[in-house]
């Protein structure tokens, strides 16, 4: 199954280049990667010009759905691919995630989503706390139970504490998600609620418990706005609000919300 590594880009991120070295240093052989954005620069047109990459601009406002969408179609259209990983600007892939992903997908050729554990740096590339992805490792255990991870139960039972998969560190396969692949309007649990609703559909989540990937947490992080905005609090709530009671819900996201403190 031919894959790209689809990046979404917005404005002069001080990462993206080590992103892209990242990815084009991959042990699997050389990778299939496309450069999107719908905030045109310079800066991005030179990098992508530096590494061989092509380059597409969305026309219209920047939205977190559809800047995706278009990454996601623009490697399916132009290169072919049925497996993308929309790749994170800021973030920094290892070198044996894509060998990882064809090996897992030789193994379950019903793989639906692939994803991975993650190690948490900051804006130095130096580790971090990584208290929360311990417990994240803990909500994934379900997944670890390969032969039954085709069956909704056991998917959706690795989300019902939380978004317990690293978005960064997913690849999709195209032809069990369908188009577009992400259909809700969140600002943040963009993945939880896409992951949530593929969970019901055929097709199995293989996690792969190994640092595949390193998940930048830096100031100017849209995570880091979505926290001082309440964005992130809100549609968490909301996310717990639908799969539990509100009491239930409550209790829950009092706890969720202590992964906060990762961004200081």
Wanted: glycine share 6%; proline share 5%.
């Amino acid at each position: 199954m031919k894959h790209c590594f689809a990046i979404s880009a917005y404005g002069n991120s001080p990462y993206l280049e080590d992103c892209i070295r990242s990815l084009k240093d991959q042990s699997a052989g050389e990778p299939v990667i496309v450069l999107c954005t719908s905030t045109p620069d310079p800066f991005l047109e030179e990098l992508a010009l530096k590494y061989g990459i092509p380059y597409h601009v969305r026309n219209g406002a920047s939205s977190l759905k559809d800047d995706w969408n278009f990454a996601v179609e623009t490697a399916v259209r132009e290169t072919g691919a049925e497996l993308v990983t929309v790749a994170h600007q800021d973030d920094l892939y290892h070198r044996d995630y894509l060998k990882a992903l064809k090996a897992a997908c030789s193994l379950y050729p019903d793989l639906i989503v692939f994803c991975t554990r993650y190690r948490t740096i900051n804006a130095r590339s130096e580790p971090v706390s990584g208290k929360a992805e311990a417990v994240k490792r803990l909500l994934r255990f379900p997944l670890r139970l390969r032969r039954a991870a085709d069956r909704t139960v056991i998917k959706r039972a690795a989300l019902v504490f939380g978004n317990s998969i690293g978005c960064p560190t997913c690849t999709y396969n195209i032809a069990g998600t369908g188009l577009p692949l992400f259909c809700n309007d969140y600002h943040f649990v963009i993945d939880w609620d896409t992951l949530w609703r593929l969970g019901r559909m055929p097709g199995r989540f293989v996690c792969l418990e190994k640092e595949l990937l390193d998940y930048r947490v830096h100031d100017q992080a849209e995570t880091k706005k979505n926290i001082e905005n309440h964005v992130r609090e809100r549609e968490e709530m909301e996310m717990f609000g639908r799969i539990w009671p509100r009491p239930v819900a409550r209790f829950l996201m009092h706890f969720y919300k202590k992964a906060y403190t990762a961004y200081g």
